[in-house]
């Protein structure tokens, strides 16, 4: 940000449900406004997958807590993050609260440097920075979400069926929004994007504007 008069870090926290198209959002708000991102999907991720590849039960809230508490930046380094079976992963690390509560201050520290930061995640506007400057919601409907994540599969050369990655949404859904400790929901003063007929472009436009108003009343 080039806004000398602001002294405090400008945070942008953008939430909602997996391939709502959040992250792609996030890097290109980053990018536009100079600002650090964190895929915060990527902590739970990163958990979730050095668990299982030492086979370690998923399922044990303490178990998961010690790797969280461990978690080095380094590891979200790796290069196996960003598929299916990871995003699964971390959706089961992420219920338990000793995970959360092991990421909750690498992520304001992140978030608290100077110029600011872009966040993106499940509860970034409701539990990790609720004081954040603008917070969106990006979501669309289950069968847009799976239709997109199917034809990014197959363009891909993977062979997937259309009902399997919507049952695995809705399931994912489910699980990321039924949890008791910070369950994925907008908060209270987060903008809606639904991007169910929006491209990838004009959510970009919609986010920028929501950003710029945001600021305009806070310069108010
Ligand atoms: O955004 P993603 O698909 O990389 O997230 C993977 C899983 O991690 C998601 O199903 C829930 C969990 N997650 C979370 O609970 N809180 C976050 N801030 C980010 C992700």
């Known amino acids: 940000m080039t806004d000398a008069v602001r002294l405090r870090p400008f945070v942008v926290a953008i939430d909602g449900p997996a391939a709502a198209g959040k992250g792609t959002l996030a890097l290109r708000l980053a990018e536009a406004l100079g600002l650090p991102h964190l895929d915060t999907g990527l902590l739970y991720r990163a958990i979730g997958k050095l668990m ?37 992963l971390a959706s089961r690390v992420a219920v338990h609260p000793p995970v959360r509560a092991a ?48 034809d990014e599969l197959l363009a891909k050369g993977r062979e997937v069926a259309y009902e399997t ?13 039924g949890r008791a400790v910070a369950p994925l929901k907008p908060a209270e003063d987060a903008v809606v994007l639904d991007t169910s007929s929006l491209d990838r472009d004009d959510a970009f436009v919609a986010a920028m504007a929501i950003v710029a108003e945001r600021r305009a009343e806070e310069s108010a």
């Open 103 to 150: 990421l909750v201050q690498f992520q304001r520290d992140f978030a608290a440097r100077a110029p600011g930061a872009v966040l993106d995640g499940r509860d970034i506007g409701t539990v990790i920075c609720p004081q954040a400057d603008v917070k969106i919601f990006v979501t669309a409907s289950p069968e847009v979400r799976a239709r997109r994540r199917t």
């Open 52 to 88: 299982a590849e030492r086979g370690f039960d998923l399922d044990d809230p303490l178990l998961a807590g010690q790797f969280a508490e461990a978690l080095d930046p380094e590891d979200l380094k790796r290069g196996d993050l960003r598929g299916r079976e990871a995003g699964e």
């Open 165 to 177: 990655i919507l049952a695995e949404t809705k399931e994912r859904d489910e699980r990321d929004s």
